[in-house]
């Protein structure tokens, strides 16, 4: 994705995944994301993400799994009892540029959240 990368601008190379309009009863929409001060070119779509609150996940381990088993986690474990709902925003995913088949290979998992009130 070299080319995606090119037209990032001064801002930095990101390479992520980020889900949108998530219906766990259909396919949620994923696309390959990177933040960009250029102007938006002929075909890409801009989603802006409004500030929230995000909590981090660290994965290590080759693709899909390590990711697989902490997404598992995230809602079988960390909701559970973190006190934090999902608000609905996108998810990311970021990827390092190391060799995603290593057991050591490193990745992200941000989900935005809220405090829970009762």
């Known amino acids: 994705m070299d080319w995606l990368a090119k037209m990032n ?3 930095g190379y990101i390479e992520e995944n980020l889900c949108n309009d998530i219906d766990y009863e259909e396919v949620a929409k994923s696309m390959v994301a ?5 102007p938006l070119k002929p075909g890409f779509t801009e989603i802006e993400i ?3 609150q995000w ?3 660290e994965c290590r381990g080759p693709l899909p799994g390590s990711q697989q088993k902490v997404w598992k986690r995230i809602y079988s474990e960390w909701f559970p009892s973190s006190g934090y709902e999902h608000t609905g925003g996108p998810e990311i995913e970021w990827y390092s540029e190391e060799n995603m088949d290593s057991e ?3 990745s992200e998992i941000w989900l935005p959240v809220r405090r829970i009130t009762t």
């Open 9 to 11: 601008g001064a801002i």
């Open 34 to 38: 990177v933040e960009s001060d250029q």
């Open 50 to 52: 409004p500030a929230c």
């Open 55 to 57: 909590v981090k996940f």
């Open 104 to 106: 050591e290979y490193y």
